[in-house]
């Protein structure tokens, strides 16, 4: 019973802060214009983290040993070139996964 108190008192949890972190910003701005400093952070802060995402993600490559970073450098090329074809963060995404594992299963 205690394993159950704990899991339905977890779940409670999560779900209060994901709802009040999705409300968080219309209860605050409600109809009025975003403050520039709101405006400046969702322009600028989802392609910074995308940055950082793919540096921590590339850096345990090792350049030395086979195979030489190749899938790595392979995908993110595949994931750029399909973006800038079919401009669909999906698309890219699931492409550059699904090359990424092939590379993987081939060269192993």
């Known amino acids: 019973m205690n394993d159950v108190v704990y899991f339905v008192c977890a779940v409670s949890v999560v779900a209060a802060a994901t709802i009040l ?3 968080l910003p219309f209860l ?6 975003l403050p520039e400093a709101v405006r400046y952070l969702g322009e600028y802060l989802p392609p910074a983290i995308m940055v950082i995402l793919v540096i921590y993600c590339m850096r345990g490559i090792s350049f030395t040993a086979y195979p ?3 899938p790595e450098i392979i995908s993110c090329a595949a994931v750029v070139l399909l973006h800038l074809w079919k401009k669909n963060m999906y698309v890219s995404i699931i492409g550059g996964t699904v090359c990424y594992m092939a590379l993987c299963a081939l060269m192993v």
């Open 28 to 33: 605050i701005f409600g109809n009025r214009p």
């Open 68 to 70: 030489f970073g190749a």
């Open 21 to 23: 972190t999705r409300a």
